[in-house]
């Protein structure tokens, strides 16, 4: 017996023994791996068909506070109804001459002439507030045409009830009124005009114009006919970031809002319905940022950026954050 002989019973195991120890063990461990992976995708898909088929009732626009609503521009560039114009670090949103066009067609009715949209327009160089209420009937209608509504074009008629603020003295009050008085009085005061340039230049310079580049909409109008998708009570918190300068562009800022289960489930329906359309936060009456949805996104936060306005970028945080301790 050699100085290496072993005890009996405590012979080595044969080599291809501990190989095939060793196949069990990095076998279970994959099927673990692919067990837990199992799991976290199954568990998943639950939550996804959750998100997606809860019902939750249609969101109240909040004028003074934050709102945020979908434009529906995920056509190209000059077959959308609204478009996104970004200038000197702000954002706008417009209505397109395609956008106008298709609204104001006699095709789609007696209401719907452009000789409509063409007082609309006028109304605008006397009373500009009133003429953007009774343009936001015929916005929210084109939105409902996009969103499929077959039956888009009966939210128009005279007797459609619009609100607009009558000064009395120094004071402006809220006014009910409709549609057909407003356009009835301002078709008066157009008629008159064109008259008067006819009497003028032998010739009228006020029918027939068409839209010659977009229409700024003004943030209140966008509330008044854009979809509602979140409101400041969606999210929990929020984040900014500042992002160092480059070649391409100065310092900027990346806001991450976080989402609440509510929101979080609403902004994926949104999502899945509606990718490469752009979202508008208006934050008290201004545009704050404006964001675009690449694909769905079941996620527990969105950021947008790059933002080039640092003043409305805090402020966006800074209200999300302080609605959110409340």
């Given at each position: ?319 999300v954050n302080k609605n959110a301790s409340k």
């Amino acid at each position: 017996m050699g100085m290496f002989a072993h005890a009996p019973g405590t012979e080595p195991t044969p080599k291809r023994y501990q190989g095939i120890t060793k196949e069990r063990g990095t076998r279970n461990l994959i099927l673990g791996f692919v067990g837990l992976v199992s799991i976290w995708y199954v568990t998943g898909r639950v939550q996804d068909h959750y998100l997606l088929q809860k019902q939750w009732p249609l969101l109240t626009p909040q004028s003074e506070g934050l709102t945020v609503v979908g434009t529906l521009d995920s056509r190209d560039y000059d077959h959308n109804l609204f478009r996104i114009v970004t200038a000197n670090q702000t954002s706008r949103v417009e209505l397109t001459e395609y956008g106008w066009g298709t609204i104001f067609n006699e095709k789609n009715g007696p209401m719907f002439r452009q000789e409509i949209g063409e007082t609309i327009r006028s109304a605008q160089n006397t009373d500009n507030e009133t003429a953007y209420r009774m343009l936001e009937p015929y916005l929210k209608a084109g939105i409902s045409q996009i969103m499929g509504r077959a039956d888009w074009t009966t939210l128009i008629s005279p007797s459609t009830p619009i609100t607009i603020q009558v000064q009395s003295g120094k004071i402006f009050a809220p006014q009910n009124t409709t549609l057909g008085e407003q356009l009835q009085r301002f078709q008066a005061e157009r008629i008159k005009k064109i008259k008067g340039e006819e009497n003028d230049s032998g010739e009228s310079s006020g029918s027939g114009r068409q839209v010659d580049h977009g229409l700024p909409i003004p943030p209140e109008s966008l509330l008044a006919a854009c979809p509602v998708v979140l409101l400041g009570d969606s999210f929990s918190g929020a984040e900014l970031d500042e992002n160092p300068p480059n070649a391409f562009d100065p310092k900027t800022f990346t806001a991450r809002l976080n989402l609440k289960p509510e929101g979080r489930s609403r902004f994926f329906q949104w999502s899945a319905k509606h990718e490469n359309e752009s979202l508008v936060f208006v934050l008290k009456h201004r545009v704050a940022v404006t964001g675009r949805v690449k694909q769905a996104m079941d996620v527990t936060y969105w950021e947008i950026g790059p933002l080039h306005d640092e003043e409305m970028a805090r402020e966006l945080v800074n209200f999300v954050n302080k609605n959110a301790s409340k």
